[in-house]
């Protein structure tokens, strides 16, 4: 479990079959957050695709964990390395994707894609 | 044959071209199990790509293998797992994918993936 | 030219660019086969992609080819290894991939693909 | 409220503009019953469509209701009008029809759909 | 049920509401019958529509009814009021329709379609 | 304009043709409101379909106003008739349509559809 | 049949059933003719919907039908015209309809319909 | 042919089946304005449905005529009645459709439809 | 430029990025040519790809070169072989690939693809 | 920063997360242009991926550079060539892809598509 600003704790449960590297991914069609300039809502679909170590991310509360975004103003690419870095932080898997595709504003459709490995954890080129 | 704890047998028949690597892909979206939290039916599609070695696996057995999860109360993580075990022990292919897309629940799609090869069983990282 | 169990000749031609590596791709929706178990019909999409060396296959032979699986009792996984077997003796490609993917039966879709390469004829692993 | 017979109750909740006709829609791809003659699965997708009176479905409830046929044995001419039946029961509504599309087998694919109307109850020729 | 030329009966079972009109559809792909000409396969889907008097059509028998045309030559806009005859005598709806969906041949896609009205049994203009 | 329990105004302009009955649609796939009993958000697509007699609906303005739904919890029947009702008070059309299509909550995907038309305000039955 | 001025003779065959009023449909997507200003071809796909009295028009010279047009210079409007009145003579439908769906030329796509009915020939206003 | 205030004149050729009521569709999906509002750039489709009396519109005209708006400030709802006049007054239709389907702004997509019929020419209710 | 049998020219234009790597793919759905057997007119899409040197290949010329096969008897392997020399022939690409979709002949639909790159100009195996 | 030719200028902002490498995809289906030979407008997607360094690009500004293209004569070539051209001068990414895909002209639908990688810019051969 890991404590975010607002509150919301990221829950966790023992991987089934540590000994596997396996792939678990999770779609929500149902993220939205403020844009942090103009005050208005931003809309996306947030993924997850991560091989697990020893634990899984709880859904529910990946559920909960996204909704502390609805009232915040925040960028489509700090969202997605906030994101990437509060489910490392709580899950330590041994790889991760976060991948978010933002609707169209001013008729320019928004896709933003950052990475996470164990082995090179920041991606470093 | 293998056995499983509700009493279903895998069947399987000889594979008709055991000198040649080949690929045999069976996909059912018709897998259901029960949420072992709520009690409410989970509903998922599970694919099965194979690379044979001297056992097909029978189809109508695969599908009464897939119904004996009907009343069982099991996480997305495991029904994958416990799958792919389960038909390796079974057949004994030379390398096996299975992969569970699970249906929405709480906004957020799932999908599951594990693979088996026979030089390296548990895919250990 | 090959003779089959049922008479039918794969006829071909003189490939019209043979000092070149390049692919042909013939897929036919309307394949059907008899079960050998049940007696039914079985329905799926054929898919042949090769790289030619010296003759092309002629499509109408390819088309009578399939035809001569109508009333024939043959499994999934047999058919595709026969399928190649018979095109590959007929044209002695440099490479060659037939895909079968099968109708819906007791809830399951399956697609078979198997694979030649002139250089490894068996695609032994 | 009604009773069924395996002690499913459908709640209801007060119609929130009964002066108005208008229309509501609930679409659940998650239905199963058993065949009565083999004791496989059967899977379909239900769609209740229905003018409002005094009283609205509840949605918790309908998606109880609809497990509620998890493990009954009945044909998907008894399954569509069954539903609707028990909703018109539960609901009284102006106007309600329920659709059943139910998975392939043996290569055919159904769909059996029922009205009712509070004026002609039946829909009587 | 009814006698066709080739020995196949058409099943029928008791009309569960006999008292409600309500519709059924009943979708096949693989329907496939042979070209009286050119003695070529011809390949279609073939859909029922049909509001059930106090008989229903057994779906195996269904199947099993369109699987005698597989070796049959006849033309398409034989083939579709020949079902639609055969269906009617079996079942004695109230109304029902038959539409084919032919393949491609010469560039060119078909549809045929038939209806019969219990009140004006031949459709006639 | 008309005002709103949390104060926001639907602006509107005038109808550049009012001689003409012509129709208008607005889609908006980015409507998110809170369900009253467990305080999760709901998301929908909103479509207001209508024709104007002497005012148009200012699009800012009608962004602004599914805005305000944000933080509201408020049952899905309720959003569709309470928007019918805010934008006829504001524009006054001459026939009107409000469609909600919201997303799958446990296995159930819903649609509300309410209209208005001058001559029969309430759409009585 | 009929003689067209390249000398294509539209064939037709006894309608198998014209004590019933039923529907066939034919679509063709290659069909091509030439623009009458700019000499460059046309590509456009031909639907012909008919309810045949005595007639059915005969698939294979429909192809050629479709193909004297190949080197023609004439208007899409004018070729829909003079394909259905073409049809009309050969076959002496009861109801007919020609529809032709031209491809994208300067931005634009274009859709020309025009029926006929034996009460009604020339579809006057 | 008519004349624009930017002098772009639509031209017309004479109706080739006068005698015939049949429908002419031009959908065109390089539609561009400018928001009188903002300045910035509107994008949509417009599609053309008409029935010609005497009169059909050329294509090339058309596209210009289309070009004309391409630096014009003007409403969704302006245009759409606009070229609705502008090409009744140009060919003089039997019936005439002009539909708009406009880009997503402000995550609303906005659809506009206004029809003209020769006996009641401005749609008056 | 080259020049073909039936003289048309394919004229080229200087590339304007020639020390820079690029991809440029040009697809066209309107290809007709003849069928030498049947005399029958065949219908594909040819695409395709090319890595520019000094030279790019204009549009309206290529546009004339694929018309110049219209009355041309020719098989599908010929056409795309000869395309892929043709255009090489006039532009000296660093890399092309010629594909070739053609349209359903005898319920097969058969894709052509061939490559050439600078270095190895043949594609030898 | 950077200038263009007709005083556009393309605003940045600080990378969050230039540790990291990652993926950031702007999909404009929005962009017209010129013909520099015939003077009529095309239209396009333009889609830019990459890889920030210190610096992200703004997106109203990027929209506003796209505009500035509205009234300009410029090959598609040139177009995609000159966007990344200024893209890479004003933002200076780790790596970055241009794809233009351009509507269909005289039947053909073209993509352009230029990389910069920082460690060999001009992606020479």
Same mark, same amino acid.
């Given at each position: &479990?890991?404590? &975010?600003?607002?509150?919301? %704790? ?52 990946? %559920? ?31 790889? &991760?994707?976060?991948?978010? %595709? ?24």
């Amino acid at each position: &479990m890991v404590s &975010m600003n607002n509150e919301v %704790k990221l829950d966790t449960f023992p991987n089934p079959r540590p000994e596997r590297d396996y792939t678990i991914t999770h779609a929500c069609a149902e993220f939205t957050s403020v844009c942090p300039i103009t005050g208005n809502p931003d809309f996306g679909e947030i993924t997850v695709e991560y091989v697990p170590d020893r634990l899984c991310i709880e859904l529910k509360s990946l %559920k909960l964990y996204y909704f502390s975004y609805r009232q915040r103003g925040i960028f489509y690419e700090a969202v997605i390395n906030q994101i990437l870095d509060d489910l490392v932080a709580a899950s330590h898997p041994r790889r &991760m994707t976060v991948t978010g %595709k933002f609707n169209v504003r001013g008729g320019i459709y928004s896709v933003i894609t950052a990475k996470y490995d164990a082995v090179n954890p920041h991606n470093e080129p």
